[in-house]
Each structure stands twice: as C-alpha cells, then as structure tokens.
Nanobody, 128 residues
Framework: QVQLVESGGGLVQAGGSLRLSCVASGRTFSNYAIGWFRQAPGKEREFVAAVIWNDSTRYYADSVKGRFNVFRHNAENTVYLQMNSLRPEDTANYYC?????????????????????WGQGTQVTVSS
C-alpha cells in the first residue's frame, strides 16, 4: 500500500497559478500511475489529470487541458499538478490517488478506472 499526502492548495485570484504536490510513502510508488481528482461542494468527484508510472503519457480532463500540467519526479516520490490560468470553477478539494495496476502502459479512460490509496485532499479556492 502507498500513502499519499497532498499539499500546495490555497486561495488565489482568477488567472493565477498554483502547484499541488502529491508525496508518496513506500518504495513501489514509481511503478504506478497517479491521478488527480477534485470535488466541489455539492458536486461529484471528477477526474482532472493522470500520469503513467514512467511519466511517458499524461491525461487531462477537457476542462483543464492547456491550463494544467501533471508530471512526476519518481526519485522524490512526488507527482505535481501545475495549475495555470485558474478560474473560479476550479475551486474544489483536490485529491491524488494511485492506480492499482502495476506499470500500466496506458489508460483507455482514466476517469472510469478504479483508483486506490486516496489522499486527504488539499483545498483550492479561486476568487473572481
């Protein structure tokens, strides 16, 4: 099992940027894809971005494509979510989670996969 801890959230004005971090414990972190999700009050949790275990492929929800960038530093056991051009509708609690499939090569649809080892989340608030 991998324990994930998110950080980097905060309050930012529309158009601003934040970088979220997802730090993992456990030696097997580098063998698994990591995904980012978010949940706003009164809404269902939604997929945001994911990165394959070796950083070869990245996936994004349409709503963040071109504004967010997900990448990982396996030597640091960390996956980052760089968020630029933030909008008020990006306001949510952001979570990272681990794909339980060992060294998955690709996702057909990461939003439909079963994810595990969810972190506790970090709040992002974008003011207009």
């Amino acid at each position: 099992q991998v324990q994930l801890v998110e950080s980097g959230g905060g309050l930012v004005q529309a158009g601003g940027s934040l970088r979220l971090s997802c730090v993992a414990s456990g030696r097997t972190f580098s063998n698994y894809a990591i995904g980012w999700f978010r949940q706003a009050p009164g809404k269902e949790r939604e997929f945001v971005a994911a990165v394959i275990w070796n950083d070869s492929t990245r996936y994004y929800a349409d709503s963040v494509k071109g504004r967010f960038n997900v990448f990982r530093h396996n030597a640091e056991n960390t996956v980052y979510l760089q968020m630029n051009s933030l909008r008020p509708e990006d306001t949510a609690n952001y979570y990272c989670a681990r794909d339980p499939t060992y060294r998955r090569g690709y996702f057909v649809d990461p939003a439909q996969e079963q994810w595990s080892d969810w972190g506790q989340g970090t709040q992002v608030t974008v003011s207009s």
